[in-house]
């Protein structure tokens, strides 16, 4: 099972993602560390957050997963909601 993370994409500073680089080195926002912390602190494993999971740079992509998010979040545990 996952948490899943409904931040909002265009008020939110992006995570920095360097390709082929872990996660350890990432530039992550505050919601999203603070996300994680939540999903560590309720004993969980994964968290699915939209900005991170789908591929910012490629738009049919995009568009695939975007119409896929009303069955991510179902699926998902519990939903943090960023504001």
């Known amino acids: 099972q996952y948490l899943a993370l409904s931040d909002a994409w265009g008020g939110c500073q992006q995570p920095i993602i360097k390709e082929n680089s872990s996660i350890a080195n990432w530039v992550l926002p505050r919601t999203i560390e603070d996300a994680i912390t939540i999903v560590k602190?309720?004993?969980?494993?994964?968290?699915?957050?939209?900005?991170?999971c789908i591929d910012q740079r490629d738009p049919v992509d995009k568009r695939t997963q975007i119409g896929q998010m009303d069955g991510i979040y179902l699926g998902a545990y519990a939903t943090i909601i960023a504001s």
Not at 43 to 52: E, F, K, M, T
């Open 41 to 52: 602190d309720l004993a969980y494993q994964y968290l699915w957050v939209g900005s991170v």
